[in-house]
């Protein structure tokens, strides 16, 4: 088996900065690092030495950390080369390492991919870093880092766990059925199909929440209503900028109009539809309302701008200019009365906006479940609560099954291509 090249990156973001961390991993990051600062210093012990190209060249007084495997972030031995940030200096101590025989660039994520391929971190732990990576909210980072610190995993490690151990008994009862010291009577049996379905009810109880995807998406909020009724003015006063045409001229908005912002740590997407209407003879506004109607169907959070009542029950009714004369009182049904004056009247709709937020996001101190996550998760519960009671061997595939969709969370059984799908998210240090 071909022995992995040593590689190295930076990975303190970019030049030029104060300090530039140069990394190097692999079975000749010792080697290496030697070559450029000599005398290395003791294990976990930064040490201040001149970095040298192989003519002697001086390249940087830098502090050089050194890590022996296994017992590292990426499982190798790993070095630290603390440099000066400009871009000359790393751009030489780089060229240098690139010279160095079986030493190479990483490829981006290629740190953690080593970190996972040598058990440092599992497949759920490197997802949560690449989304904390990503992280531009407050709540994003607070699930990332929920991810990353092994809450999905130690969950899912539980429940794959209690899974190996019905398996192996299921097994133990098939393979040596003859053995008086295994028993294979129907209440052991029972005994095995009532813990297969605690197990799965507890796991369908805890995956059957929102997806953290949603953290990261942002929550849809559509205003959808007939021309007129004030969609395009209510859309900038809540993004706080002139994101939307507005003008008394009904049929202005022909398409959806998408603003993002970020409010209270949560993203949202802001859509403006065009007017809805029963008929028309344009081509190109009959396009919009159909679209319109896609939007409203698909939105997280409708906000109806209609007299009329609104065609989902969860959606947010306002009672739309309510500064002008006959429009001063808020009707039955409608939730709150909007004026674009009244600053009040705005926050009251993000005050609606973020209740309604609160039940399709998960919570702060809830597992950070991702939807391939859920869906892993659901599948082995299915399996588990389907299997027959009264067939052993049913019951021993089934937590086969199950063992298998648990192992895809971890990613004992990742695939190649999936995996350069994730850490080809990462930046270079990582």
């Not at 097994?171 to 009577?185: G, N």
Request: proline share 5%.
């Amino acid at each position: 088996m071909a022995i992995p090249s040593t590689i190295f990156a930076v990975s303190s973001g970019q030049p030029p900065a104060a300090i530039a961390v140069i990394r190097v991993s692999g079975q000749g990051a010792m080697s290496a690092a030697t070559q450029l600062a000599g005398r290395l210093p003791p294990p976990r012990e930064a040490r201040m030495r001149t970095l040298r190209d192989r003519h002697g060249g001086i390249l940087d007084r830098a502090l050089v950390l050194i890590f022996p495997g296994p017992a590292t972030a990426t499982g190798e031995d790993l070095v630290e080369l603390h440099c000066h940030g400009g871009r000359a200096v790393v751009a030489a101590v780089e060229a240098v390492l690139a010279d160095l025989p079986d030493v190479r660039r990483a490829e981006p994520g290629e740190f953690t991919r080593r970190a996972l391929a040598h058990g440092r971190i599992d497949l759920a732990e490197a997802e949560g870093l690449a989304d904390l990576l990503e992280a531009q909210t407050e709540r994003q980072r607070v699930a990332a880092l929920g991810a990353v610190e092994g809450r999905v995993s130690a969950r899912v490690r539980n429940w794959l766990d209690r899974a190996t151990d019905m398996a192996a008994r299921a097994e133990a009862m098939l393979d040596f059925a003859e053995e008086d010291d295994v028993p294979v009577d129907a209440v052991s049996l029972d005994r095995l199909k009532a813990e297969m379905d605690v197990l799965a009810v507890e796991m369908l109880e805890e995956v059957e929440r929102p997806p953290v995807d949603r953290l990261y998406d942002g929550l849809r909020i559509v205003l959808g209503g007939p021309p007129n009724s004030g969609k395009s003015t209510l859309l900038n006063l809540l993004c706080e900028r002139e994101a939307a045409i507005v003008s008394p001229i009904a049929g202005t908005t022909r398409d959806r109009i998408e603003a993002t912002i970020v409010r209270g740590g949560v993203a949202y997407i802001l859509v403006d539809t065009a007017g809805l209407a029963a008929a028309t003879d344009d081509a190109i506004e009959a396009i919009g309302i159909g679209r319109a109607e896609e939007a409203i169907a698909a939105a997280d959070i409708l906000l109806w701008l209609a007299d009329t009542p609104p065609p989902r029950d969860d959606a947010i009714w306002l009672h739309t200019r309510a500064d002008l004369d006959g429009r001063t009182i808020l009707p039955s049904g409608k939730n709150v009365a909007v004026s674009q004056d009244d600053a009040g009247s705005i926050a009251a709709v993000w005050g609606l906006i973020a209740s309604h937020a609160e039940s399709l996001l998960p919570r702060a101190d809830a597992i950070a479940w991702k939807r391939h996550q859920q869906a892993e998760c659901r599948a082995a519960a299915v399996a588990l609560s389907l299997a027959p009671a009264s067939d052993l061997l049913l019951l021993a595939e089934h937590l086969r099954v199950t063992r298998t969709c648990l192992s895809g969370v971890l990613g004992v059984s990742a695939t190649e291509t999936m995996l350069d799908a994730l850490f080809g998210r990462f930046c270079l240090g990582k």
